[in-house]
């Protein structure tokens, strides 16, 4: 089982100790206030608990997190949990699959990103290549234009440049430098530090950190008895393999075939800036695009619109809200959708979900030929709100997922689906359901560890 994960599941102890601290770290953040650790967090499933987090600018943990400093806006996909991340079988990472080796493990060139060619050409793995990414947006970590050197940079899409503060601004801390050089035989001196370094220990972290194999499924998987699992999870194991066909997407050990699918998820937030309908900016002056077009982002195959990756169930129990956007707060409510998309799709009211509250939001205007942020006016608020609601409450772009999805309806009874979600708790592993040991109580920065549990 080691020789499945990267490192043979088994990195070296001291870089793992360095990728912890850089986990939790808000150095790795343009305005120091935000973490890895803080929509990753090990005590809440390795997300956040929420449908839609919010990044830089947020402050407290989990679901209590609030806005305390200006944002443009919410992070638009659901944090990904982040079980079993370090199995060679994931290679592509993100919901739209966007960081992808094309061969098993081959050479980086083979490492489809959205850098391109700027993602150095021997990072480790793509575990490593995805953790190039957070720290380049301004949502997540930069932080926006003219707050800082890192926002400024990311701005502009000079990412070679944001790695670059980072690795120095880490290789400038003596004890970050001791260790980095304890890891790394080719570091003598701070100038050698790259942000790929730093990469590594984050991937070697994250695989043995959100290793979890545990649970009363892999008791299953261990001894091939089924009795020590309840009667209901039983049934819904049969089912689960059987009649309900789940498993002819969440299959394998991980629960997951890591292909796309559209199955026709509602979209809630403001997607990822990117698609082609206009309407949004038609009707309130304000720019976006908001449908999140899912894996057709990535390749522009039309049979990939609103396709997004099979989640592994692994602790799925922990992970909710569900969905690429979080959609659905209920486990129930998320199989319940698989069982008639389009019903579902139909029936979902958008303004339902909770969502933490924005304030102090800000806005990209112009002052002169210079670029500034400035407060959203008060009477432009409510069309910034309809972004959460947009796709959903359009007609034609609720027609265009449905018009996707590849699901066909299933009857199933109540005790039946019961018996599924009774078989997904059986997938949790009860030393997952709360790692907050692993927080450090501080970090060789000095700044205080985030997620922060005194806010
Ligand atoms: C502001 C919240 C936020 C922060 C901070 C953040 N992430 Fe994430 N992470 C997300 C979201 C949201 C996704 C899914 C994004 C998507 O699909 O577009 C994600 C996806 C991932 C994935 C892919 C998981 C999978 O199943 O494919 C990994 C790995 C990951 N993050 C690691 C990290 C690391 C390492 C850092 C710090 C360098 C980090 N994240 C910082 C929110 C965050
Ligand atoms: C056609 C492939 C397919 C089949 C069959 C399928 N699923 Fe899924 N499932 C997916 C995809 C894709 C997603 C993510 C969709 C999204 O977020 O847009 C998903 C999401 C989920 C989630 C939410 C996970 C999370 O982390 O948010 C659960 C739970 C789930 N499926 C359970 C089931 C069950 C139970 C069955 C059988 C009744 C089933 N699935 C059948 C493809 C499938």
Redesign the pocket.
Known sequence: MDHDFLYDGAPDPVLVDLGRNLFFDPILSGNRNISCGTCHDPAFGSGDGLALGIGEGGAGAGPQRVTADPVTGRVPR?AQ?LWNIGARSYLSLF?DGRVEALQDLGPADKIRNPAGADLPADVSSPLAAQAFFPVTSPIEMAGQYGENPIANAAHHEKRQEIWDHLADQVADIPEYLRILRASFPEITDKEHVTYGHIADALAAFQTTAFRSDESPFDRVLRTGELSTLTQAAQDGLTL?YGA???A???SGPLLTDHK??A?A?PQIGPGKGHGGDMSYLAATGLAGRMEDE?RNRVTGNPDDLF?????S?RN?AL?GP????GAFES?ED??RH??DPLASLTDFNASDVALPSLNHVQRLGARGSQLRFVPLEVDRRYAFEMRDTWVMTSPQLRQRIADRN??SP?ELTDQEIAN?VAF?HALTDPTAVNRSHMIPASVASGLPPQPDRNH
């Open positions: 659901n949990p919901h689960f309900a066909r789940c002819s997407c969440h796309f699918h199955i998820v899912g396709a997004f990756r099979t989640p169930l799925v992970t569900w969905g690429h956007s486990l998320m199989v698989h069982l590849a699901l299933m599924l997904l």
